[in-house]
């Protein structure tokens, strides 16, 4: 049969029987419906009425018992009334009842009108007695007739609401007779029309008609379907169609994979590209704010712009008070909401702080966060308290207020960027801690700067007092040869030359105090902050600690240089020969040097050739002079090499050569003695490019001769130059003694010149971490800047430091504490010196053998031992090393 006609003859044969099925259904429907219409708009309408009756019946009553329960004073109106309305919904109700009575109900409700008209009668000559104010006569017709007529009323209205109740049942139960037999025969055109129904299902089926159909729909549709991640599933049959209802499935079960993988790609891409843009912003934003408070503004406005917040406040915690302030608010209505500062641990941003957590809370109440706008206050809905990190540490907190929840993205952004928060804070208030440092840099800079010009003026003057010294020994000499009989006057004027000697030695002594002692907390200070063990400091600023350290450095050594030439001046400077191992003296140079030739991209190279014949000679000396001349190599070479060449200078000469050379700037042949001179260099003008005070090479010079030798110099203008410094192999004492005879010669004129220290110090710059943790050192000192200086450092080892400013107050720290291990002595104060504080110090009971570590800024010899005979323990010279000040007091408490 065609598939048209299948159709044709299925369809017609279902549908006749549909049509059946729903016109008996009809059928039924309408007799059930007419015998509940009956039940609602009779039976219940009547009982409702009834029940309508009796709550008013109720009402007359309670208002007549209220009236009589009333002052005699009170009108009753209102109640009277009441009464009169209640009677007339009685009237219309049983007139609406008499209206809707069958024969069955006429005599019940006739009885419940007599009934009620017999109590209205009585109701109303009671109400006359009442507004009669006959109140006695009222209650009396009331107790004598009331119960009565209330009880025939009611018992006529139970007859009323029993007999339509008894009604209203038997139309249910008719009701649901009817209901029953519909079910019936509605289940039997039910199931005929399902079996038939099966049958012709059955039959259409095998024409295929309904799978087909169903797939080709699917197919032509599933381009344009809305939703591409659900897409419609077909039923799988078993024959030919259900394979490609299968395929489709799992085209579509493919298609929804892949199309939702991409749009989550795609949503996840744009959240992430959204998030980087937005964290680089950060950076960029901030890049030139200097000023917290401007950071602070800056920041809550552009973070509650970025994810829409409708108010935010901005937190940090105060180094000073570690209290936690309120720095910036956006949004604000100018009177601040709650408090703006907190301790740690107080309120939700206290415990922010405390807790390094993230804080949500929503429906915050009115009391807690309100926006404020034109028309009004609004109640935020959420609330979000960000803590703000920094190298594991929470340093600040941002509270954003919402009309609406954040999203997932400005929750993730937000997370992000507290990170980024938290280091920008940190560079920017690092920043103006360094702007601070570098301020009061500048102050002791230019301080220095005022001691470096007197210590030039001084120097200047030196040098003249000595020339004059000098020209007056030379005529002192000359009278002695040519004028014997002038020994007395001779004798007299060397005596006025050893006491102005002296004079120089106190002025020099004087001078390296002077300048030693700011110069002390100015190197320790400085050191401290290079080596930066707290790590706060970036690399520009520990590039400014080591320019000062090194300044103070080089100021240092031009002190040194100053009183290392007059030392070999005055032939006082100490000569200890011993065997020196050139190898090793070598690799020491080039340990020294090479990093510094590397910087500057120069080949430095030191060789030694084999020498016959041992050098015995004084090592400190002789590394100081090689040192010398490699320096000056270094610093006036930009490019090319420095060589050392250690050689014999002839076979059996017994003469040792150390040649240094250079590609350097060179020297001018007229300009090669002028630079052995002190103070002198070879481009002497104000703008010279090399800096320096000129006394190197005079000190070489001097130490050379001291040594037995002597150097030679060869050079060329913009080529290099060579210096060679010569010593004998194998020398004695004696011999070294008579090559120097100029040196003996000037003894006697220079009899009381100063003795300069210039032993190094054993120390140890290893310490154990932990080490002097909890030791207790008393400081003694007149200046604050020492004391500042040398407890910053000992503070760094944990050191408990104590101090005093002259040595009576040190007396009565050490009366009152017991606790002190080691003190450290300055020599030159008010009132009561450091001699004589030791010495006082050794006679309290106790503290005879407590260390005593002795710090001054004086380098004469003998202080050394004045500070050992008045009681000190060791001896350290200013400026202090803090390295070798720390190693000798771990010795002293621990020895």
């Not at 409702?48 to 008013?56: M, R, Y």
């Not at 599933?233 to 199309?259: C, D, H, P, W, Y």
């Not at 006491?499 to 002692?517: C, D, G, P, Q």
Request: charged share 25%.
């Amino acid at each position: 049969m065609k598939l048209k006609n299948v159709l044709i003859l299925g369809i017609g044969s279902f549908l006749i029987l549909l049509i059946t099925v729903v016109i008996t259904g009809f059928y039924q429907m309408r007799v059930v419906n007419n015998e509940m219409v009956l039940i609602v708009n009779d039976r219940y309408q009547k009982v409702n009425l009834a029940k309508n009756i009796s709550i008013e019946l109720g009402n007359i009553t309670r208002n007549l018992r209220e009236i009589f329960l009333l002052n005699n004073q009170m009108a009753p109106t209102q109640y009277i009334e009441s009464i009169h309305n209640s009677n007339s919904q009685v009237i219309g109700n049983i007139s609406t009842l008499v209206g809707l009575s069958k024969s069955a109900e006429i005599d019940k409700v006739a009885q419940l009108r007599a009934s009620f008209e017999e109590y209205l009668n009585y109701e109303k000559q009671a109400i006359y007695l009442i507004e009669s104010n006959r109140i006695e006569e009222a209650k009396e017709l009331i107790l004598n007739s009331s119960n009565d007529k209330l009880e025939n009323l009611i018992r006529s209205l139970n007859d009323v609401n029993e007999l339509e109740e008894q009604l209203m049942n038997a139309s249910l139960s008719s009701s649901q007779n009817v209901f029953y037999k519909s079910k019936i025969i509605f289940a039997l055109y039910v199931l005929i029309g399902l079996i038939l129904g099966i049958i012709i299902s059955l039959w259409m089926l095998k024409a295929f008609l309904g799978d087909l159909g169903q797939l080709t729909k699917a197919m032509k549709g599933i381009t344009s379907y809305p939703d591409k991640t659900s897409l419609p599933r077909l039923n799988v049959s078993k024959n030919e169609l259900g394979e490609l209802s299968a395929v489709f499935n799992e085209m579509a079960g493919a298609l929804e994979i892949q199309t939702r993988q991409q749009s989550e790609s795609t949503q996840a891409l744009k959240v992430r590209n959204w998030l980087q843009s937005k964290v680089s912003e950060t950076h960029a934003l901030f890049q030139g704010v200097q000023k917290v408070e401007d950071f602070c503004s800056l920041l809550i406005h552009w973070v509650c712009q970025i994810v829409e917040s409708n108010y935010g406040n901005f937190y940090i915690r105060s180094n000073e008070t570690g209290t936690i302030k309120l720095m910036a608010s956006y949004a604000g209505d100018g009177q601040e909401i709650g408090t703006t500062e907190f301790k740690l641990g107080e309120g939700l941003i206290g415990q922010c702080f405390l807790e390094n957590r993230i804080i949500n809370l929503t429906e915050a109440s009115g009391q807690y966060i309100s926006i404020t706008t034109g028309l009004g206050q609004i109640i935020s809905k959420q609330i979000k308290l960000l803590p703000v990190e920094f190298e594991n540490q929470v340093v600040a907190v941002i509270e954003l207020a919402s009309l609406s929840e954040f999203s997932s993205k400005k929750r993730e952004f937000l997370e992000q960027v507290r990170w980024n928060i938290g280091i920008i804070q940190n560079r920017i208030q690092e920043h103006e801690h360094v702007q601070k440092l570098l301020k009061e840099s500048q102050i002791l800079t230019e301080e220095l700067q005022t001691q470096s010009e007197l210590l030039q003026t001084q120097q200047e003057e030196l040098k003249t007092f000595h020339e004059k010294l000098e020209e007056q020994y030379k005529e002192l000499e000359l009278k002695n040869i040519e004028l014997s009989q002038a020994k007395a006057n001779l004798e007299d004027q060397a005596r006025q030359l050893e006491s102005s000697s002296r004079y120089k030695s106190e002025f020099l002594s004087n001078m390296s105090h002077e300048l030693r002692t700011p110069l002390n907390s100015l190197l320790i200070l400085s050191k401290l902050l290079w080596e930066n063990k707290d790590r706060n400091l970036n690399s520009k600023q520990l590039e400014y600690a080591k320019t000062i350290w090194s300044s103070g450095n080089d100021l240092l050594q031009l002190i040194n240089d100053i009183l290392d030439l007059s030392k070999i001046e005055a032939g006082k400077l100490a000569v200890n020969r011993d065997e020196v191992i050139l190898t090793d003296l070598v690799k020491e140079l080039e340990r020294q040097f090479r990093p510094m030739s590397l910087e500057k991209g120069l080949d430095f190279r030191a060789e030694v050739n084999n020498i016959t014949y041992e050098l015995i000679t004084d090592r400190r000396l002789l590394k100081q002079i090689l040192a010398n001349l490699l320096s000056n190599a270094i610093k006036f070479t930009e490019q090319g090499y420095v060589r050392m060449h250690i050689q014999e200078r002839k076979p059996k000469d017994n003469m040792i050569a150390f040649h240094v050379t250079d590609s350097g700037i060179g020297i001018a042949e007229d300009n090669q003695d002028l630079i052995f001179e002190a103070f002198q260099q070879a481009d002497g003008t104000t703008s010279r490019k090399y800096g320096g005070t000129g006394l190197g090479l005079s000190i070489c010079r001097e130490l050379a001769a001291l040594l037995g030798g002597y150097i030679e110099l060869k050079s060329v203008e913009g080529k290099g130059s060579t210096f060679t410094l010569y010593l004998p192999g194998v020398t004695s004492d004696n011999s070294l003694a008579t090559s120097a005879p100029s040196l003996e010669t000037k003894q006697n004129f220079v009899n009381a010149a100063a003795k300069i220290v210039n032993e190094e110090d054993v120390f140890s710059k290893t310490a154990v971490p932990g080490e002097l943790m909890g030791r207790v050192v008393l400081v003694v000192d007149d200046d604050m800047r020492n004391i500042f200086a040398i407890s910053a450092a000992l503070e760094k080892a944990k050191v408990k430091v104590l101090y005093a400013e002259n040595g009576r107050e040190a007396l009565e720290k050490l009366k009152g504490n017991r606790d002190i291990e080691l003190i450290l002595m300055d020599i030159m104060m008010p009132e009561m010196d450091g001699y004589e504080t030791m010495i006082q110090i050794r006679g309290l009971p106790g503290y005879a053998q407590i260390p005593i570590i002795a710090l001054t800024a004086k380098a004469m010899k003998d202080d050394r031992e004045k500070c050992l005979e008045a009681g000190a323990s060791d001896y350290l010279s200013k400026p202090v090393d803090i390295d070798k000040l720390t190693s000798l007091i771990r010795v002293w408490l621990y020895r």
